[in-house]
């Protein structure tokens, strides 16, 4: 049985997202376009995960039009993550790099298998033409996706690039020497 009506296709689903667009009308009401431009004023990039429990900004005490946040499951560096950063290390006034996963990250808690065991156990579904980029060593992750941005060619060559660890349960970031 098909989960949507094909006489459906293109319609926006209003009702699935009715909390949303009150909400949205409700911002828009207090909304101040202050001009910033799509450029990130503090020159800074931040890599981070898909996880609703970070706040990137606050985490590091930013503010609207600062940064470029960039997100995906475990925080890695895809060649997604080096090709916007490309776009904006050019385009965007990006001249820093944050890679910044975090604790109690479910991509750093199981194994590629275990992760596809779990959807195809739960939901039936066989995921496993896809790589979710696991970790075992969320440090020596990190250290890796750190050596793909310094190391890129079409990067620039005095981009700054660090790394830390975002501490879910306390707020507090831990930088890594690497």
Known sequence: MPIFNAADLGVFPRGAFADVLASNAEYVKSFDDDGLTGTAAAGLAVITCMDSRIDPLGVLGMKRGDVKIMRNAGARVTDDMLRTLILATYLLGVSRV??????NCRMAGGSESTIHAAILAEHGI????????TVDDQEAA?????VRIRSHPLLPRDL????AIFD?????????DA
């Open 142 to 146: 990190l250290m890796t996706d750190l």
């Open 160 to 163: 700054v690039v660090g790394g």
């Open 168 to 176: 879910v349960h306390t707020g507090a970031i831990r930088p890594l």
């Open 126 to 133: 066989d995921t496993r033409s896809v790589e979710f980029r």
């Open 98 to 103: 944050l890679v910044m996963p975090h604790t």
